[in-house]
């Protein structure tokens, strides 16, 4: 009888010291038996545009296992439902830390209440979660609001009051739309400028193209085109010349982007057809790894992370600009 009690005691034990552990990883370790910090990232969507291409190899690179992590990657299709669900997954498995690049800003108290009471860190990348702040860690991105108003100073600057424009939003509720969205509606009703239409391309080329030549027969007096990122800015450009009009450049349509990826830099010194694009840095997976080790040694860490950041005008960007830059 105390045979059968003292493995019953083992069997309590051992459950008990698992289920403390929930939060914890598996134990996974790398080539030299050191233990990896397993860590869930759900992106938006990994084919959405160059940038968030460049964003999931930023984590790729330095959540890797040779710098001590052991990383699993989930395509939420931007498809909120299916995020949650992802997350939750996560959640689960028993992830050290859960990084999230979310799809849109609401929905999330339950699932990230799941993560905390697992004692699972959250981190939130590029886009926030509306959620109160003790359901995520921190957070670490652009400051989309004031890349939207560097845009809108610059088109004030450039065409002052004469500003006959329409409006090519991302993925409507993301943090990133939000901002930049903000930033212009704001700025043309200080301006008196004519917003003549706003829809969302969801950061598509091909959408914003179909979108854009709608709206080219519709307001055939269009002089400026602010499109929330270089996918769409690039499908606007397709419209306008397909119709025979001029993209960019002193006497075309002005093309006002964001992202500054590479080949839309280069598009802009070639051609003008971009007049000036607002980056947003991807490259957050450097800054989400010192984040995570300073949390391994029990430091604090700032809730909100912004990265650097700058602006492009066509008229002042040389090939070494470009060629200096990682993306």
Known sequence: MRKVAFIFFIFVATF???????????????????????????????????????????????????????????DAQNDPNKQLA?????????????????????GWEGVLQQARDAGIPVILVDRVAAVNDDLFVTWVGANFREEGETAVRWLQGFRGYDVRAVHLQGIMGSTAQIGRTGAFEDAAAENGWTIHASMTANWDTIQA????????????????????????????????EAAGLTAGGYDGITIISFDANRRYLQLALDTGKINFNVECNPLHGLRV??????????????????????????????????DARTY
């Open 86 to 106: 992802d997350v939750a997954n996560m959640i689960e498995q028993g992830v050290d830390y859960i990084v999230i690049a979310t799809v849109q800003e609401i």
């Open 16 to 74: 008990l010291l698992a289920s403390c552990n929930s939060g914890q990883s598996s134990g996974i370790a790398n080539e030299d038996g050191e233990r990896l910090i397993r860590v869930g990232f759900s992106q938006a969507d990994f084919t959405e545009s160059d940038w968030r291409i460049a964003n999931t190899e930023s984590m790729r690179q330095a959540l890797s296992r040779e710098n001590g992590f052991d990383l699993i990657i989930v």
């Open 289 to 322: 790894a010192e984040i995570i080790l300073a949390l391994e040694r029990g430091e604090s860490v700032p809730r909100i992370n912004y990265v650097d950041g700058e602006a492009f005008d066509w008229r002042y960007l040389t090939q070494e600009i470009i």
């Open 209 to 240: 193209k179909q979108v854009m030549e709608n709206w080219l027969t519709r307001f055939p007096d269009i002089n400026v085109v602010y499109a929330e990122n270089d996918n769409m800015a690039d499908g606007a450009i397709q419209a306008i």
